[in-house]
């Protein structure tokens, strides 16, 4: 019973291996890695040529405090300068500019609905 029952403990052991893994050998790994290496550095100098030290500052804080917001900046920096629309690079203020608009669009209003229907139909005086 014992040889079985390590058996069923290696089989579970190597199936949560790997699903550790992603379920992919090393060699599909690794390839994944160096593809999102090359986008970092793709992405890096992008924005290098775009940026301003100052600027890159400045985006470099935004994506500590606020990684989401900042990876949308970022995306957006890099989509501008792919279609041409920056001919220079952008300045601390210009960059505060865009971080501004970006705000603007980010914001959520929250609104609570209350459906009188439903709580029609959910009487509890109807049980007395």
Same mark, same amino acid.
């Given at each position: 019973m014992e040889s079985g029952a390590s058996s069923d403990m290696s089989w579970h052991r190597d199936?949560?291996?790997?699903f550790e893994e992603g379920g992919q050998d090393g060699s599909s790994q690794q390839k994944a890695a160096e593809e999102r290496k090359q986008i970092e550095e793709m992405k890096h100098n992008i924005l290098t040529q775009v940026l301003t030290?100052?600027?890159r500052a400045r985006l470099n804080t935004l994506m500590i405090g606020k990684p989401e917001k900042g990876q949308i900046v970022e995306n957006m920096l890099i989509q501008m300068a792919r279609s041409g #629309? /920056?001919?220079e690079?952008?300045?601390e203020q #210009? /960059?505060?500019s865009i971080l501004e608009k970006v705000s603007k669009q980010m914001q959520k209003t929250s609104t609570v609905k209350f459906d009188r229907r439903r709580a029609a139909l959910d009487d509890s005086d109807e049980d007395l």
């Open positions: 199936y949560f291996d790997k030290q100052e600027a #629309q /920056l001919m690079k952008l300045d #210009q /960059l505060i």
